[in-house]
């Protein structure tokens, strides 16, 4: 079954640009969403199926997938995308599988 | 607008029972999935169960099977999570969630509720 493998922690100053990953055996062959958690709030869908923004979504977030890693990228960081980002996919044995999570900090 | 809001959270001994409740709006299809998520202090988020509204589709976790299950009431559109056996283990914030689409169970959660939070302590 599968486990997706996020840093526990990213760091970045303002306006510059934050990477987080998801790992996992073949995951380039899987969807994969993304979702931004700040403190006492619901999860919110930022990228939906590996690199699709919903409605209301800045453009400066995007999703990539190839081979073991997924990837969220956030362009021109600001404070206010201070959060914890998790991925996540569907497995036909495991259904819903988040990653563990990654802290972003602005630093 | 699709809202959903989740209530029966509270403090419990272990060994206790609790039902929770998702109420569902703005859903258009019977098809539509519900989610149940969890978060414990601190911790990340934890997938529980899916159902679909029609009842075709009912998913549990390992970690809850046999513990908790998934059930609907679609004449007042709420969504159920019965748990029973509860352990220290299961305090968490308990957060429902739609899956985007009709009934696609590989897409992602759409809108989530605010949360509910259960407390097991002795």
């Known amino acids: 079954s599968y486990e997706l493998t996020q840093p526990l922690s990213v760091s970045v100053a303002p306006g510059q640009t934050a990477q987080i990953t998801c790992g996992a055996n073949?995951?380039?062959?899987?969807?994969v969403h993304w979702y931004q958690q700040k403190p006492g709030q619901a999860p919110v869908l930022v990228i939906r199926r590996n690199e699709n923004r919903p409605s209301g979504i800045p453009e400066r977030f995007s999703g990539s997938i190839s081979g073991n890693t997924a990837t969220l990228t956030i362009t021109r960081v600001e404070v206010g995308d201070e959060a914890d980002y998790y991925c996540q996919m569907w497995d036909r044995t495991t259904y819903v599988l988040f990653g563990g999570g990654t802290k972003l900090t602005v630093l | 607008q699709v809202q959903l809001v989740e209530s029966g959270g509270g403090v419990l001994q272990p060994g206790g029972s609790l039902r929770l409740s998702c109420a569902v709006s703005g859903f258009t299809f019977d098809s539509d999935v519900v989610h149940w998520v969890r978060q414990a202090p601190g911790r990340g988020l934890e997938w529980l169960a899916v159902?679909?509204?029609?009842?075709?589709?009912?998913y549990h976790a390992m970690s809850v099977t046999g513990r908790h299950t998934v059930s609907r009431d679609t004449s007042n559109k709420i969504m159920f999570l019965e748990m029973t056996s509860l352990r220290d283990e299961d305090t968490a914030v308990y957060y429902c969630?739609?899956?985007?689409?009709?009934?696609?169970?590989?897409?992602?959660?759409?809108?989530w509720g605010r949360g509910t939070t259960v407390t097991v302590s002795s």
């Open positions: 969630a739609k899956g985007e689409g009709t009934g696609i169970l590989s897409n992602g959660l759409g809108v």
């Open positions: 073949n995951i380039g062959r899987q969807t």
């Open positions: 159902m679909s509204f029609n009842g075709n589709q009912k």
